[in-house]
């Protein structure tokens, strides 16, 4: 499988207790996003990392949470001191970042299948 | 990134054609109209995306009114495993500072039925 992986898919920790998720991106991609997504709503942008740059954050990635990808290739998400509003789907999505010139503008973003976070 | 809206919830028989609309009237020139849905349970997946001409691909068509003010995503032969949310994004090219990220709105929920 080729596609963007995400480990664990499921989690439940009690509030409090810090959590890490990973992400694999496509080989050769060296643009990966993270996304969080709550029930019944669309996905909202966490942050943002070309290579292993960190080049935006969203202002919903409060002190609490910290995202890395050390060797421009995996990238993990930890959350510290879990509470229960952290409980969402966290979407991991990357991309060449390659310029196609027919249609001015860059590859799109393909999305693992979410690592499932419950607080409890 | 500007703003769209989108129907709730859709219905469509099996074998027919969908027809998902969506409201950009704010669009701006260099913004482009992206269509990604997401199937229960999995990330969401790329459909298309147009500036300003038709598009079709192998999954779905484009059509973009003449204003860009409002676009519509065809699915020409429904199938059951096409029920899922719709999401219709705007944005520009992810070049320069523009990292590319998405704004989802709420989408439309399409379900196909037998």
């Known amino acids: 499988d080729t596609g963007v992986s995400q480990d664990p898919r499921h989690k439940i920790t009690k509030r409090g207790q810090n959590v890490t998720f990973r992400c694999d991106p496509i080989s050769e991609h060296n643009r990966l996003y993270w996304y969080r997504q709550t029930l019944g709503q669309g996905p909202e942008f966490l942050t943002y990392?070309?290579?292993?740059?960190?080049?935006?954050k969203s202002r919903l990635l409060s002190d609490r949470f910290s995202a890395e990808r050390p060797k421009g290739s995996f990238s993990t998400l930890e959350i510290q001191r879990t509470e229960q509003g952290d409980s969402a789907m966290y979407l991991c999505?990357?991309?060449?970042?390659?310029?196609?010139?027919?249609?001015?503008?860059?590859?799109?973003?393909?999305f693992g299948p979410g690592t499932r976070l419950t607080v409890l | 990134d500007a703003k769209t809206t989108q129907p709730t919830s859709m219905d469509c028989a099996e074998g027919r054609a969908a027809n998902l609309p969506c409201n950009h009237s704010?669009?701006?020139?260099?913004?482009?109209v992206y269509w990604y849905r997401q199937i229960h349970s999995q990330g969401p997946q790329y459909i298309i995306h147009g500036l300003k001409n038709n598009e079709t691909n192998e999954m779905a068509s484009l059509i973009i009114t003449e204003d860009r003010k409002s676009s519509t995503l065809i699915l020409p032969h429904a199938t059951l495993r096409d029920t899922a949310v719709y999401y219709c994004?705007?944005?520009?090219?992810?070049?320069?500072?523009?990292?590319?990220?998405?704004?989802f709105g709420q989408g439309t929920i399409l379900t196909v039925h037998p």
């Open positions: 999505a990357s991309s060449l970042g390659q310029r196609d010139f027919a249609k001015h503008t860059y590859n799109e973003q393909f």
């Open positions: 704010t669009i701006s020139g260099n913004e482009y």
């Open positions: 994004i705007v944005r520009f090219p992810a070049g320069g500072t523009s990292y590319g990220k998405l704004t």
């Open positions: 990392f070309q290579n292993e740059a960190q080049l935006e």
